[in-house]
Structures are given as structure tokens and as C-alpha cells.
């Protein structure tokens, strides 16, 4: 049978064919959909783990107890998760062992592009990268046995394109696999500096194996067609070059660590001129000139943002047809050409960036803390949008969990005064993930520093996943409830005050005392995500004989709210009741619709 | 076309339903047994920004993304985000567009103006255009938010899917308690003739 499915959710069908046990991760665009997926599945145990790094390492014991085990987990998660990643290439696995990263060229919901295949080069362990969701679905299945095979972990990278496009995927049946036995080996998973120092010459005995396995696997194939150009791709890259350079002879590298230095060298040799497209870093182009064949790519193809067809139709594109015009994609060529008028054209209309959702929680309190002039150390979630118009106030934001030793290193940086026009923003999920200690060393270091918690019960951006603070598993079943303000107090700090987020005056009540006050405080700023309440609040509405045109209330960038050129209007589909407007209206203009006469 | 491939890209605002008209249409055109590519986007534009959903069929799809003048359909949810697409349109291809307008921030906030004339200035631009107001037939159809599939049907009239495959579609995309004003909705734009 065959059904059409995102690569994230043929990752997960694959998985589970392969006989997964267990699967770990903590959300992230694009990689999100992967555990949703496989915590329907009832012969897998699937979590939310707090952060990607706790993720990894469940992954790692269930891998060394003998299941077949996954983590997954967007790019920058595989930062998080690093420290276990680089020493678990050491020990190896005992049954297989994938880690799942899921990169975002383009940065459609991230901070940063970068190109994680590099990390299967420092830690010197294989990376697939698939080219449609069917391929992410065979792979999966593939990197099980070949993590088992040569006794590693094995990188399976994904982009935007590849985790969130659907595609036609064959799907099959559940092949389980028994558990392994466990086997106490102190030398191979206790990582002492004489046991490291010994599996070191594993991993490189393990690395020339690999390279040699690279030379004859299918995962990578060459396509014959015209000799004159050839195409080295990877991944979605790969796509595009078929479709823009349909005529072109390319090798298509399924497994892009090691690479296959002889398959590589025959197939430059065997073209007359050979360009390699890959998107985001010179990944492959690099070490194949480092073998000192004659490559053309990063010169040709930008190095930032996500590549497209058109784009390898504008730049290999344009030297192939100058050479032979038959093997470049006619629509593509022409398209190339059309529309940059156009494009222009639109790039001059009224832009449409994303923004908070009315009745979002997060809204009162970036009002408030910009009407303070506070600086606003931010953080990674919905709420980093409080750092565009008009709201503007917030001043950094660098990882997920940097709000709080930022503002630390701020108030260090320039004194204890400063700490009092300093907060961390933060939000629930975000504190759970890596909150925690960052708090405890203001509090351990004497901060004077402020830190507020957006609680609103979920993990919002990524579309409303559960973790430790919400009282439910990945399985939505029921677990213990982790406690913001105990935690807090647990900490060390002495000062925690919780507030309504829809209670402007409450909420710049506690903003006013705690940044006053000696000594690190937090305050819980608490409303459910509006997008959670789905019961229709009672709408508010604009009294036009009381309206002065003010536009203090569009100050909160409320979608709901408009001006039409003499006074504020609110549409009532997207109203959803919070009543900030009527807090910041000063006329009282603005009312509960059915509280007066209609 | 190329290669017998058909493009159609669905544009909106976030929230809008783009991706569930995307799900429908792709579902829909799994029927005729080629290949079927779609992309969409998640995470934060999902936020009440422009939002695009390209879905791509036909005998060998290799992208699943198209390139700017090859869209065969361009289904706009909302004029202005029309405008900002239409350069994805190809010669002769067709514009479908709900006659809905919905103020991006910098408007609201005052900063700048929606722009006006904009139904005008495209049907100088694009040969084919169908104007819809697909609000008005949702409301009708019993549900506000089921602009989607007004334009869902609209556009399936000019598709070569099937009744049946769309009727399939629906079923397996819509949650049985909203089908109905669903399938009422989308033969309402289906029945539309501009």
C-alpha cells in the first residue's frame, strides 16, 4: 500500500518496521512530528525527554540495554546534545542506535542554518541523507542495521524540505526484533581515559571500514546520462538538479560520511567538467577537493538559505547551457529569467511577518515591559516575536535557556544598577529544557537580576506538546506535574510571585517590585496558550462615540485590532476576549460586547 | 506544464487552512496514480504570516518545491497575499482568488496602507482570473472557517480529479463532525462560476 506522508512521519513508519523500542526527543521544528508519530505506536516506548541531550542519552542506555533506539531532534538540539553524541561514537551501540537530526535551511523557524552533517565528521560516525520521504523510510530502516553492522551510532539528516514534504512511500509490516543481550563491558561503555584512549583506535578502525562499505552501497549511484557534465548531490539538493539539469550524468551520495573517495574520483574522471550542488555548507566539495579533483560548487552555488530548482537553474544552470542548452530544464530556464520584475513587485506590498496570536498570554507582558524600557534578555519560542513590531522589546536572543545567563552576564558586565533595568524572558517548556541552570547561578552568584516565566502550559511554537510542567506523557497519559514555583524555590530563590498575564496592571505590579528588589527573584506570568482555550470568549467591541482615534490600543499588535483612519475596530472572528484593549484603551472606548446597549 | 506536471500553490495568511486544502487536493490527486509532492511550512510563519502550500503532480515529480512562473494554479486566500505570489504564476495559468481582505500588522498598526485597486491591477496582469468571495459562500455553507474548501472546490472544477476522488479526499481529511459543512462548502465553490 501506499500513502502519502511527510519525511517525518515515513522517519517514524520506518522506525517502527525496523523494530524501534524505544524513541526520545524534545520538539523542534522541523523534527517535531517524529515522536508525535511514534508515540502512537504501542510496541514503541516513545518521550518527550526535557532537552535533546537527556533525549540522546535515553536513547544510549536503551541502545547499550539491547532495544533499537532514536532520538531525534532539530539541529540546534543536536548542539544540546553533543557532549553524550561524541563520546557515544566511542562506545558504540549494542543494538542500533539513530539519532535524528532535522536541519532547517532557510531558517523557516530556527536562529541559526547550520549544516549539522558536520558532526558526523567530528564524531566520525556514518550520515545518511535522504532525498524523499520513501528514502527516509529505507534509510531508517537501513541505519538500524548498519548502526548494528559496524557498531555505531548512526546520523540520519533531514531538512525542512525532507521532514515536512509528502511524497508516496510503500508502506510494509513490523519486522520485530528481539531484545539483545546486555552485557557488562566496563571497556567498551565506561569511558575512563585508558578505555577512551582504546576506543579511539576503534572508531578509526571503524571509520576505514565505513569508507570502504561507502565505495559499494547502493545508498550511493551514479545516474548515466550525458558525459560532458557531471553532478555530485545529496538530499533534497539532488532533487533539484534532476529537476533543473534533467540531461546531466549525476552521483547521488546517499550516505555523505565517509564518502567514497574511488566511486568519487571514477565518476569526476569519467565527465568532462563536474560541479557538486549541495545546500547550506561545501560539505562534500571540501573533502573531494581536499583529494585534489577539479570540482566546481560554492562559487557557483550560495552557501546561505535553502536552495531551490530555479536556483540551480540560474547558476550551474547558466555554464551547462552555455555549453550544452539540451540538458537544462527549458520551463526552468525561462522561469530563471521571468519573473524578477515581479518578484520586485511584491516585495514592495505591506509585509506579512509572523506575529502573536490574538488573546496570546505573551502580548500584556511584552506591552508592559516595553513601556518600562526594560532590556528584555529573550528567549526561543513564540514569545521571541515580542522582539518585533510594535511590541520590540526584547534585546537578545541567542539558544534555548541563554535568557538567564545573559541577563547575568549583563548585570556583571555592567553593574548591580543595571540589573535593575535587566529581565529574562522565558518560557515553561524552554526554563524545563535548560532553564534550570541558568537560575541557579544567579542565584548561586548573587544576581540581582529578575527572570519571568511565560507559562502557558505547553510548548506552543512547535504546536502544543506536552513536557514535564503540563501533567501528561508524549502518550497523553497522566504524569507528575512539575511545579515552576517550587522549583524555583527549590533553586534558591526567595522571591517568586505568579500573576495573571491578562492583568496588565498585576503583571507591571511585579515587574516594578522585583526589579526593585535585592537578590535574584522570578516572576510566573500564567494564562493557557489561547489556541489551547477553545471555548469562544465573549468578544469586545469598539464604542465609536467614545473612541478618540488614539491608537494606543494598536500599540499591542493585536491581528484583531485595526484602524480605519479615524478609529480602532476589532474584528469579531478573530477577537478572542483577553481584554488588553480595554486595559490600555484611556477612554474607555472599548467594551465586552453584550456589557451595554448594542 | 511541464513534463505533465501540474503545479498549484496555495497562499494565505496562517490560520487560514492552507495546509488542510493542501492535504485535500494532494489526497485527491493521488487518484490519478502519478506522483504527488507537496511542501509545507511550519512552525513559526505559522503564526498569522504569509503562508504557502505548493502541491505538485504528475507522472515523475522530482521537487517539491516549483519555481517562481510555473505555477499552473495559483489559489490566493486572501487578495494581498495574491499579489505577493503571483510572480509564481506561469503565462496563461490561473489565477483563483477569495475577494477577502486581511490587514497585515503593518497595517493595522497604521504604518502603511492595504493597497487598494489590488482585483483591478491583477486582471491587467493575469488572463485567467476567478474572483471568489469565498467568506460569504462558508457562511453559507454554516462555517466561517471553511473558506477553504470554497476555494477547493473552485479550483477542483478546472482539475482532472475525479468527483469521487475529492468526495474521498474530504472523508479522510475532515473530521466526520465538520464533513458536512465541509462538503457543502467545497460544492459551493465548486458550483461558482466567477
Given at each position: 500500500?501506499?500513502?502519502?506522508?511527510?519525511?517525518?512521519?515515513?522517519?517514524?513508519?520506518?522506525?517502527?518496521?525496523?523494530?524501534?523500542?524505544?524513541?526520545?526527543?524534545?520538539?523542534?521544528?522541523?523534527?517535531?512530528?517524529?515522536?508525535?508519530?511514534?508515540?502512537?505506536?504501542?510496541?514503541?516506548?516513545?518521550?518527550?525527554?526535557?532537552?535533546?541531550?537527556?533525549?540522546?542519552?535515553?536513547?544510549?542506555?536503551?541502545?547499550?540495554?539491547?532495544?533499537?533506539?532514536?532520538?531525534?531532534?532539530?539541529?540546534?538540539?543536536?548542539?544540546?546534545?553533543?557532549?553524550?553524541?561524541?563520546?557515544?561514537?566511542?562506545?558504540?551501540?549494542?543494538?542500533?542506535?539513530?539519532?535524528?537530526?532535522?536541519?532547517?535551511?532557510?531558517?523557516?523557524?530556527?536562529?541559526?542554518?547550520?549544516?549539522?552533517?558536520?558532526?558526523?565528521?567530528?564524531?566520525?560516525?556514518?550520515?545518511?541523507?535522504?532525498?524523499?520521504?520513501?528514502?527516509?523510510?529505507?534509510?531508517?530502516?537501513?541505519?538500524?542495521?548498519?548502526?548494528?553492522?559496524?557498531?555505531?551510532?548512526?546520523?540520519?539528516?533531514?531538512?525542512?524540505?525532507?521532514?515536512?514534504?509528502?511524497?508516496?512511500?510503500?508502506?510494509?509490516?513490523?519486522?520485530?526484533?528481539?531484545?539483545?543481550?546486555?552485557?557488562?563491558?566496563?571497556?567498551?561503555?565506561?569511558?575512563?581515559?585508558?578505555?577512551?584512549?582504546?576506543?579511539?583506535?576503534?572508531?578509526?578502525?571503524?571509520?576505514?571500514?565505513?569508507?570502504?562499505?561507502?565505495?559499494?552501497?547502493?545508498?550511493?549511484?551514479?545516474?548515466?546520462?550525458?558525459?560532458?557534465?557531471?553532478?555530485?548531490?545529496?538530499?533534497?539538493?539532488?532533487?533539484?538538479?534532476?529537476?533543473?539539469?534533467?540531461?546531466?550524468?549525476?552521483?547521488?551520495?546517499?550516505?555523505?560520511?565517509?564518502?567514497?573517495?574511488?566511486?568519487?574520483?571514477?565518476?569526476?574522471?569519467?565527465?568532462?567538467?563536474?560541479?557538486?550542488?549541495?545546500?547550506?555548507?561545501?560539505?562534500?566539495?571540501?573533502?573531494?577537493?581536499?583529494?585534489?579533483?577539479?570540482?566546481?560548487?560554492?562559487?557557483?552555488?550560495?552557501?546561505?538559505?535553502?536552495?531551490?530548482?530555479?536556483?540551480?537553474?540560474?547558476?550551474?544552470?547558466?555554464?551547462?547551457?552555455?555549453?550544452?542548452?539540451?540538458?537544462?530544464?527549458?520551463?526552468?530556464?525561462?522561469?530563471?529569467?521571468?519573473?524578477?520584475?515581479?518578484?520586485?513587485?511584491?516585495?514592495?506590498?505591506?509585509?506579512?511577518?509572523?506575529?502573536?496570536?490574538?488573546?496570546?498570554p505573551h502580548r500584556g507582558v511584552f506591552y508592559v515591559l516595553k513601556k518600562l524600557g526594560l532590556?528584555v534578555?529573550?528567549?526561543?519560542?513564540?514569545?521571541?516575536?515580542g522582539?518585533?513590531?510594535?511590541l520590540?522589546a526584547?534585546?537578545?536572543?541567542?539558544?534555548?535557556?541563554?535568557?538567564?545567563?545573559?541577563?547575568?552576564?549583563?548585570?556583571?558586565?555592567?553593574?548591580?544598577?543595571?540589573?535593575?533595568?535587566?529581565v529574562?524572558v522565558?518560557?515553561?517548556?524552554?526554563?524545563?529544557?535548560?532553564?534550570?541552570?541558568?537560575?541557579?547561578?544567579?542565584?548561586?552568584?548573587?544576581?540581582?537580576?529578575t527572570?519571568i516565566?511565560l507559562?502557558?502550559?505547553?510548548?506552543?511554537?512547535?504546536?502544543?506538546?506536552?513536557?514535564?510542567?503540563?501533567?501528561?506523557?508524549?502518550?497523553?497519559?497522566?504524569?507528575?506535574?512539575?511545579?515552576?514555583?517550587?522549583?524555583?524555590?527549590?533553586?534558591?530563590?526567595?522571591?517568586?510571585?505568579?500573576v495573571d498575564s491578562y492583568d496588565l496592571e498585576a503583571v507591571e505590579r511585579a515587574i516594578r517590585e522585583e526589579t526593585?528588589?535585592?537578590?535574584?527573584?522570578?516572576i510566573?506570568a500564567?494564562?493557557?496558550?489561547?489556541?489551547?482555550?477553545?471555548?469562544?470568549?465573549?468578544?469586545?467591541?469598539?464604542?465609536?462615540?467614545?473612541?478618540?482615534?488614539?491608537?494606543?490600543?494598536?500599540e499591542l499588535?493585536?491581528?484583531?485590532?485595526?484602524?480605519?483612519?479615524?478609529?480602532?475596530?476589532?474584528?469579531?472572528?478573530?477577537?478572542?476576549?483577553?481584554?488588553l484593549?480595554?486595559q490600555v484603551?484611556?477612554?474607555?472606548?472599548?467594551?465586552?460586547?453584550?456589557?451595554?446597549?448594542? | 506544464?511541464?513534463?505533465?506536471?501540474?503545479?498549484?500553490?496555495?497562499?494565505?495568511?496562517?490560520?487560514?487552512?492552507?495546509?488542510?486544502?493542501?492535504?485535500?487536493?494532494?489526497?485527491?490527486?493521488?487518484?490519478?496514480?502519478?506522483?504527488?509532492?507537496?511542501?509545507?511550512?511550519?512552525?513559526?510563519?505559522?503564526?498569522?504570516?504569509?503562508?504557502?502550500?505548493?502541491?505538485?503532480?504528475?507522472?515523475?515529480?522530482?521537487?517539491?518545491?516549483?519555481?517562481?512562473?510555473?505555477?499552473?494554479?495559483?489559489?490566493?486566500?486572501?487578495?494581498?497575499?495574491?499579489?505577493?505570489?503571483?510572480?509564481?504564476?506561469?503565462?496563461?495559468?490561473?489565477?483563483?482568488?477569495?475577494?477577502?481582505?486581511?490587514?497585515?500588522?503593518?497595517?493595522?498598526?497604521?504604518?502603511?496602507?492595504?493597497?487598494?485597486?489590488?482585483?483591478?491591477?491583477?486582471?491587467?496582469?493575469?488572463?485567467?482570473?476567478?474572483?471568489?468571495?469565498?467568506?460569504?459562500?462558508?457562511?453559507?455553507?454554516?462555517?466561517?472557517?471553511?473558506?477553504?474548501?470554497?476555494?477547493?472546490?473552485?479550483?477542483?472544477?478546472?482539475?482532472?480529479?475525479?468527483?469521487?476522488?475529492?468526495?474521498?479526499?474530504?472523508?479522510?481529511?475532515?473530521?466526520?463532525?465538520?464533513?458536512?459543512?465541509?462538503?457543502?462548502?467545497?460544492?459551493?465553490?465548486?458550483?461558482?462560476?466567477?
Amino acid at each position: 500500500m501506499r500513502e502519502l506522508l511527510i519525511g517525518n512521519h515515513a522517519l517514524a513508519r520506518g522506525a517502527w518496521e525496523a523494530g524501534l523500542r524505544v524513541a526520545a526527543a524534545y520538539p523542534g521544528t522541523p523534527s517535531t512530528e517524529i515522536i508525535e508519530a511514534l508515540a502512537g505506536y504501542p510496541e514503541v516506548y516513545a518521550e518527550w525527554s526535557p532537552n535533546e541531550k537527556v533525549a540522546l542519552e535515553v536513547a544510549i542506555g536503551a541502545a547499550i540495554g539491547g532495544a533499537r533506539a532514536l532520538a531525534a531532534m532539530k539541529h540546534v538540539g543536536v548542539n544540546v546534545a553533543a557532549d553524550p553524541l561524541m563520546t557515544l561514537a566511542y562506545t558504540g551501540v549494542n543494538a542500533g542506535l539513530v539519532l535524528v537530526s532535522a536541519d532547517d535551511p532557510g531558517l523557516f523557524s530556527s536562529q541559526n542554518e547550520q549544516d549539522n552533517r558536520f558532526y558526523a565528521r567530528i564524531a566520525q560516525i556514518p550520515c545518511l541523507e535522504p532525498a524523499d520521504s520513501q528514502e527516509v523510510k529505507d534509510m531508517t530502516m537501513l541505519a538500524f542495521s548498519l548502526s548494528e553492522e559496524f557498531d555505531t551510532p548512526v546520523i540520519l539528516r533531514l531538512t525542512t524540505r525532507i521532514a515536512h514534504s509528502y511524497s508516496l512511500v510503500e508502506l510494509g509490516e513490523r519486522r520485530e526484533v528481539p531484545l539483545k543481550d546486555y552485557l557488562k563491558q566496563p571497556s567498551k561503555y565506561v569511558m575512563l581515559p585508558a578505555y577512551g584512549r582504546a576506543r579511539h583506535l576503534v572508531v578509526e578502525e571503524r571509520r576505514l571500514k565505513l569508507a570502504a562499505y561507502a565505495e559499494t552501497t547502493p545508498l550511493n549511484r551514479v545516474e548515466w546520462a550525458d558525459r560532458r557534465v557531471g553532478v555530485i548531490s545529496s538530499g533534497i539538493a539532488y532533487q533539484y538538479v534532476k529537476e533543473a539539469l534533467p540531461g546531466v550524468s549525476v552521483l547521488k551520495l546517499g550516505l555523505t560520511y565517509p564518502l567514497p573517495e574511488k566511486l568519487i574520483r571514477d565518476f569526476v574522471n569519467a565527465v568532462e567538467t563536474c560541479y557538486v550542488v549541495e545546500e547550506l555548507e561545501p560539505f562534500l566539495e571540501d573533502q573531494i577537493r581536499a583529494w585534489g579533483l577539479p570540482v566546481a560548487g560554492k562559487e557557483l552555488v550560495p552557501r546561505v538559505d535553502e536552495l531551490s530548482s530555479a536556483i540551480v537553474a540560474h547558476t550551474v544552470g547558466s555554464r551547462v547551457a552555455a555549453l550544452a542548452p539540451e540538458l537544462v530544464s527549458p520551463a526552468l530556464a525561462q522561469a530563471a529569467r521571468a519573473p524578477e520584475a515581479a518578484a520586485k513587485a511584491a516585495a514592495e506590498l505591506p509585509g506579512r511577518p509572523p506575529l502573536m496570536c490574538p488573546g496570546c498570554p505573551h502580548r500584556g507582558v511584552f506591552y508592559v515591559l516595553k513601556k518600562l524600557g526594560l532590556v528584555v534578555a529573550g528567549d526561543i519560542g513564540c514569545y521571541t516575536l515580542g522582539a518585533t513590531p510594535p511590541l520590540q522589546a526584547m534585546d537578545t536572543c541567542i539558544c534555548m535557556g541563554a535568557s538567564l545567563g545573559v541577563a547575568m552576564g549583563m548585570e556583571k558586565a555592567r553593574g548591580p544598577e543595571f540589573a535593575r533595568r535587566v529581565v529574562g524572558v522565558i518560557g515553561d517548556s524552554t526554563f524545563l529544557h535548560s532553564g534550570m541552570t541558568g537560575l541557579l547561578d544567579m542565584v548561586y552568584n548573587g544576581s540581582n537580576g529578575t527572570l519571568i516565566i511565560l507559562d502557558n502550559g505547553t510548548t506552543a511554537m512547535t504546536g502544543h506538546q506536552d513536557h514535564p510542567g503540563t501533567g501528561y506523557t508524549a502518550a497523553h497519559r497522566q504524569a507528575p506535574k512539575a511545579d515552576l514555583e517550587q522549583i524555583a524555590r527549590a533553586l534558591g530563590v526567595q522571591r517568586v510571585q505568579v500573576v495573571d498575564s491578562y492583568d496588565l496592571e498585576a503583571v507591571e505590579r511585579a515587574i516594578r517590585e522585583e526589579t526593585a528588589a535585592a537578590g535574584p527573584s522570578v516572576i510566573i506570568a500564567r494564562r493557557p496558550c489561547a489556541l489551547l482555550h477553545k471555548e469562544k470568549e465573549a468578544v469586545y467591541i469598539v464604542d465609536k462615540e467614545n473612541c478618540l482615534g488614539c491608537r494606543y490600543c494598536l500599540e499591542l499588535g493585536c491581528p484583531a485590532l485595526s484602524f480605519n483612519g479615524e478609529q480602532a475596530v476589532i474584528d469579531p472572528i478573530q477577537c478572542n476576549g483577553c481584554g488588553l484593549c480595554t486595559q490600555v484603551c484611556p477612554a474607555e472606548a472599548i467594551r465586552k460586547a453584550g456589557e451595554g446597549n448594542e | 506544464m511541464n513534463n505533465g506536471v501540474v503545479n498549484v500553490l496555495l497562499v494565505g495568511v496562517g490560520g487560514q487552512g492552507t495546509i488542510l486544502a493542501g492535504r485535500v487536493l494532494s489526497r485527491a490527486a493521488v487518484s490519478l496514480g502519478g506522483e504527488v509532492k507537496v511542501s509545507d511550512i511550519h512552525g513559526m510563519a505559522q503564526r498569522g504570516g504569509s503562508v504557502v502550500t505548493q502541491v505538485r503532480f504528475g507522472p515523475r515529480v522530482y521537487s517539491p518545491v516549483m519555481a517562481p512562473g510555473t505555477a499552473d494554479f495559483l489559489v490566493a486566500f486572501e487578495k494581498l497575499e495574491a499579489r505577493r505570489w503571483l510572480y509564481y504564476l506561469r503565462d496563461g495559468g490561473q489565477l483563483i482568488v477569495n475577494n477577502q481582505e486581511l490587514p497585515p500588522l503593518p497595517v493595522l498598526t497604521g504604518a502603511a496602507a492595504y493597497p487598494a485597486e489590488l482585483v483591478a491591477e491583477m486582471e491587467k496582469l493575469v488572463k485567467n482570473m476567478l474572483v471568489i468571495d469565498a467568506l460569504e459562500l462558508a457562511r453559507q455553507a454554516g462555517n466561517v472557517k471553511a473558506v477553504n474548501m470554497v476555494l477547493m472546490g473552485a479550483l477542483a472544477r478546472q482539475l482532472p480529479i475525479g468527483r469521487e476522488a475529492w468526495e474521498e479526499a474530504l472523508a479522510a481529511s475532515v473530521p466526520a463532525r465538520f464533513l458536512e459543512v465541509n462538503k457543502k462548502a467545497f460544492n459551493l465553490g465548486w458550483d461558482h462560476n466567477g
